[in-house]
């Protein structure tokens, strides 16, 4: 695939975010707003965090479907640290990163040293990950710390009476900082060359096990961060909640362009997937006729529609490469 | 000869820069490596010499520690070291380029050559500062290319030409290149060369793998050649001739070369009668790919494609295949004239194609020596009619013998055989579905010469049986040994045909280089 031909998917899932957001103004008189905006951005969040960690993790040619399991885990342990044991939040917020990051490791391990699947050992990761939650309380235990509706209140305001709120800053911080990683460093070159050739990466001396086990640590932190701005969000820790948010995460980068098989993609598409998932909800709100299971559906389209898109782009990609092969030497 | 009664000299040199001793590996009760040991030198480069399946790559791996060998001692400078990857062999200052090209095809080809090396500033790559590096240490190999594109845009050899980059910028101590020069063209193998010879001043000893002898010679200051996993002997270069070297590779006198230098004279008579051409090209080109060419292809007649690489050999096979669609021309096959818009068509008037990616794309890896030998045969008499069992054992049987595939076992899974058998095994599926025309590109790449010698016999033998054969060479010795006709390419250009008396190494170079003008006339 050459340069223009890559960026082709990405530009692709803008336009059709643009072109349902129009759509939507036109629809719904008091659509186009930065308010709408910003509440997509703050709704979405926790999604958008943890579709960045799997940006990763499918560019490397893995898959991760622990990460709605880690936060549901994430937030029933806030709950329980701070109501019961009285850990002051900010601790506890430490706390939770490091478990994530050291379950993700873990599992990369796993992938790494037992040369298994990501499939299965992520699978494994995430009925662990949702039966401990359950272990630890199958109630929703509500959040009262201080922190909690102070964070909440916290917002920048902005024209038109629109709120840039603390999970929406967090989760635009997390894909500037998805962005720079993968796109600007060593490791983030590291993972697209794992998704290239797993076989060919290690012969040209990268360390893969220690590049698998960063990226694998990276999904589950960034899962546990999701886990941080979903309690805010809700202010409470439950056993039950981000069920399937794994597949909503997998939709959002394919629909953001990354290609499954791993190799291509890009964080940007990714946010940009997050908000067409996002979008839809609000249509749906807005009509507020309309049942919600129709954005699962919308969804579902959306998927199918991309990666027939992908496929035809790509075969057209491979094909104009045969023509120019040869053609290219000095 | 014996390992004991080669001339050896190791005492002359205290202090050997890389020394291995005992090395020995076994797959599965098979054993590829014996006992193997190899000294070399500071500023030396050595060739490791043996035919397909002698257990050279597998040395290579077991040395940087990508195969785990079961037993052998590894001395750099005289301190002991045992590398358990790739990463830690280029840490040890092991710089190695595979046999297969190892890099990462969807990067650019700057990521690729300082992958692992960026230049950093506070830990963010410096993209522009790499890409001006990439194109300086591809400059010194005379390639001008757009460092940013990915690596998968561009052509087999480039992609190799790129990996060589790599391994020889990371100033190693030691720098392994496993058959470097397969695919390159004599230009390149020139430049690389030269690299290796500024590299060799600098005292990095380099260990270089390779079929071609006229390499070894031209390059390489002692040998140490492998038979069937053992060492079998040891010298310098110029204690070794040619002779005594194919005798110690092949543990036997060259016989074929003999017998199929007789059999190139008896059937080049043969072909002195024409036969009527079955399928004639006229005009027939694409605009931007190869300018407009007449082909003509007859019974037991073989057509060679010379030129330089990227001189549009491989691109007018395509357009003789369907594989490219021409926009002018005709193609007139039998008296009728074909549109041949796909492969599928030309499959169906009876063409036959091995191409030069085989080694990359050409084989199903899981699937066994046997299975992949039927598969084209299997593939064109469709799935109604399968092959028997029986039917596949003949076959395979047949091949497997007629190209010497080792080791001779229908049922191992391809991939699992060295670089050179598999290549044999591809050949063998398109012989298998006796095509009236067979469009090989390069045929003998990385096939050691015992094997080479019998692939020339075979592509005469196939002549006398009646099939025309367009094929691909960088090997003029090669083409002219069995071509009755030579086709020069320069620039997308059929820039020159020679036919019988003409057919001559210097007279196909000179119509190579000649100036455009000249090249018309010969024409
Ligand atoms: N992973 C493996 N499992 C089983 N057998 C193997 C494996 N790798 C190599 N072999 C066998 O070991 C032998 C030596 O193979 P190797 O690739 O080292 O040969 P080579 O000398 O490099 O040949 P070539 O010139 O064709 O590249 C071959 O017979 C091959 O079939
Ligand atoms: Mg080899």
Avoid at chain 2, 241 to 265: I, S
Wanted: hydrophobic share 50%.
């Amino acid at each position: 695939m050459n340069a223009t031909s890559r960026l082709l998917p990405v530009a692709a899932t803008t336009a059709v975010f643009l072109i349902g957001f129009l759509i939507c103004s036109l629809t719904f008189p008091n659509f186009a707003s930065l308010r709408v905006v910003m509440n997509l951005f703050t709704d979405n969040a926790f999604l958008g965090i943890v579709a960045v960690g799997m940006t990763f993790v499918i560019i490397s040619g893995g898959i991760d479907l622990s990460v709605g399991s880690v936060i549901g885990f994430s937030t029933v342990f806030l709950a329980i640290a701070i109501e019961r044991w009285g850990v002051p939040p900010l601790a506890a917020f430490a706390l939770i990163l490091v478990i994530s990051a050291l379950f993700g490791a873990a599992m990369g391990a796993a992938i790494e040293y037992f040369e298994l699947p990501p499939f299965i050992v992520t699978l494994a990761g995430m009925f662990l990950a949702r039966g401990a939650s359950f272990l630890m309380s199958t109630e929703s235990i509500p959040i009262t710390a201080d922190l909690y509706s102070h964070l909440a209140e916290q917002a920048l305001r902005l024209p038109g009476g629109a709120r840039l709120t603390v999970p929406a800053m967090v989760m635009i911080l997390v894909v500037a900082g998805g962005m720079v990683l993968l796109h600007l460093t060593r490791f983030g070159a590291n993972v697209y060359a794992l998704g290239g050739s797993r076989v060919s990466t290690a012969l040209m001396g990268v360390n893969v096990t220690r590049t698998t086990v960063l990226i694998y640590t990276l999904s589950s932190a960034l899962a546990g961060l999701s886990g941080i701005v979903f309690s805010l969000y809700t202010s409470s820790g439950y056993s039950l909640s981000a069920v399937g948010v794994e597949l909503d995460a997998i939709a959002a980068v394919v629909i953001g362009g990354t290609l499954l098989s791993g190799g291509y993609g890009f964080v940007f598409g990714t946010f940009v997937g997050v908000l067409i998932q996002g979008l839809i909800q609000t249509y749906i709100s807005f009509d507020g006729s309309l049942s919600s299971w129709w954005a699962k559906i919308a969804t579902g389209l959306l998927l199918f529609a991309f990666i027939g898109f992908q496929q035809v782009t790509l075969g057209l990609a491979r094909r104009s490469r045969r023509h120019a092969t040869g053609g290219a030497h000095a | 000869m014996t390992p004991s009664d080669t001339p050896t000299d190791d005492r002359r040199d205290p202090a050997p820069l890389l020394e291995l001793a005992g090395f020995s590996k076994s797959f599965a009760g098979f054993k590829a490596l014996d006992g193997v040991r190899l000294t070399l030198r500071h500023g030396e480069v050595h060739a490791l010499l043996g035919e397909n399946g002698a257990g050279k790559s597998t040395l290579i791996k077991c040395m940087t520690g990508v195969v785990h060998r079961d037993a052998g001692t590894l001395r750099l400078d005289g301190a002991l070291i045992a590398p358990r990857s790739a990463a830690e062999a280029t840490q040890a200052g092991l710089a190695t380029v595979y046999q297969e090209v190892n890099l990462a095809p969807n990067l650019s080809v700057a990521q690729n050559l300082f992958l692992g090396r960026q230049p950093t500033r506070f830990g963010l790559v410096r993209e522009g500062e790499m890409r001006r590096r990439a194109a300086a240490v591809l400059a010194g190999f005379d390639l001008n290319i757009d460092v940013a594109a990915p690596l998968e845009s561009y052509s087999v050899a480039v992609q190799h030409i790129v990996a060589i980059a790599r391994a020889v910028d990371q100033s190693a101590r030691v720098l392994i290149l496993d058959e470097p020069t397969a695919s390159l063209d004599a230009h390149e193998v020139e430049i690389l060369f030269a690299v290796m010879r500024k590299l060799k001043a600098r005292g990095i000893g380099i260990v270089f793998v390779t079929h071609f002898l006229d390499q070894v010679y031209a390059i390489c200051d002692r040998i140490t050649v492998l038979r069937n996993g053992r060492l079998a002997g040891s010298a310098t270069t110029a204690e070794l001739p040619r002779l005594d070297l194919v005798k110690m590779m092949l543990g036997r006198e060259l016989a074929h070369a003999t017998a199929e230098r007789a059999l190139a004279a008896a059937s080049g008579e043969a072909a002195g009668g024409r036969e009527a051409a079955f399928a004639a090209f006229e005009g027939y080109g694409k605009a931007g790919y190869v300018a407009p060419f007449d082909l003509a292809l007859r019974p037991g007649h073989v057509v060679g494609l010379a030129g330089l690489l990227g001189s549009g050999r491989t691109e007018t096979t395509r357009l003789v295949f369907g594989a490219a669609t021409a926009d002018t021309g005709t193609a007139i096959v039998d008296g009728a004239k074909v549109a041949l818009a796909s492969p599928a068509e030309a499959l169906h008037l009876g063409f036959g194609y091995c191409p030069e990616e085989r080694k990359t794309e050409g084989i199903v890896a899981e699937l066994t020596v046997r299975e992949n030998i039927v598969l084209a045969l299997q593939a064109k008499r469709g799935a109604l009619k399968p092959l028997s069992r029986r039917e596949q054992d003949e076959i395979a049987a047949r091949f497997i013998r007629l190209l010497d595939i080792r080791p001779p076992d229908p049922e191992r899974p391809i991939g699992l055989l060295s670089g050179g058998n598999q290549q044999k095994a591809l050949l063998a599926r398109w012989l298998a579905t006796q095509p009236r025309l067979l469009i090989l590109d390069e045929p003998t790449r990385g096939i050691d010469v015992g094997a080479h010698a019998e692939i020339i016999a075979l592509i005469r033998r196939l002549c006398t049986e009646g099939m025309a054969l367009l094929v691909v060479s960088s090997e003029l010795e090669e083409i002219v040994t069995y071509a009755d006709e030579v086709i020069v390419l320069r620039d997308r250009h059929h820039v020159a045909r020679l036919t019988g008396e003409a057919i001559t190494v210097p007279g196909i170079l000179a119509a190579i280089a000649a100036d455009a003008p000249a090249g018309e006339q010969a024409a």
